[in-house]
């Protein structure tokens, strides 16, 4: 393994590592937070309900909702879009585009059909990060409380999500490769990485987001869960004797 796959096996691990600890820092310290009060505002009979109601919140942006349609609209696609690239990187590259073989169809079919899904996905995200860039430059009330770290976390994940196209529509490397790698990290059995730039250039914005996720404003991912059962979260009734 050349000088390349090193520095790339020792970024992915201290990227992997940070970001773990990092969240694990990040939850011991919300989950400690004291509360002098309940402040319980969404009354549930018990805590599968409020399980439910934050599942619900979670996947429908409801708060978004009772406001400005536009912004929903955005949030909810471009989060659903990010969901589906992710859970696609999982099946796709984990099955070398096989995933689609348990709905009956031939292996070649499943690699085209993945293919294709992966390709249409990466372009519509791209377009996604993009319009979002855009409006929060381009509309005033936006613009007025976006910091710079808002326009950095977007245009790293324009990045991202460019190389990424970048490396499935400019490049010849094999799902094959792209799977050892991964694994061999996964497993403490490092081999070398795919000979591509693209590549690279992916990999390498990917662990610089995973260094930087729990300290920036990207952990309301794992924040709102607790906020939300927080505020949601079921107190039995307690009977006061007299």
Not at 204 to 223: D, E, I, N, R
């Amino acid at each position: 393994m050349g000088s390349t796959g090193v520095l790339l096996t020792a970024l992915g691990y201290a990227a992997i590592g940070v970001f773990v600890l990092g969240m694990l820092w990040q939850m011991g310290k919300w989950s400690m937070a004291g509360l002098p009060f309940r402040v319980t505002v969404f009354p549930v009979r018990s805590n599968w309900a409020a399980a439910g109601h934050i599942l619900w919140e979670a996947l429908s942006f409801r708060s978004l909702w009772r406001g400005v349609r536009e912004h929903w609209a955005a949030a909810w696609f471009f989060h659903f879009l990010l969901a589906l690239v992710l859970l696609g990187h999982v099946a796709g590259i984990g099955l070398l585009g096989r995933e689609f073989v348990v709905f009956r169809l031939a292996p070649a079919q499943s690699l085209a059909l993945s293919h294709l899904l992966g390709s249409v996905l990466g372009v519509l995200l791209l377009l996604a990060v993009v319009y979002l860039l855009v409006r929060r430059a381009g509309q005033k009330a936006i613009r007025l409380i976006s910091s710079a770290e808002d326009y950095l976390m977007l245009i790293l994940l324009l990045a991202i999500v460019g190389t990424g196209n970048g490396l499935r529509f400019l490049s010849t490397v094999e799902l094959a490769a792209v799977r050892d790698f991964v694994a061999g990290l996964v497993l403490f059995h490092p081999v070398a990485p795919p000979a591509s730039p693209w590549f690279v250039a992916h990999f390498t914005l990917v662990a610089l987001l995973l260094l930087y996720f729990p300290f920036s404003k990207l952990v309301h991912t794992c924040g709102f869960f607790f906020t939300r059962w927080t505020i949601t979260r079921h107190y039995p009734r307690q009977v006061i004797w007299r």
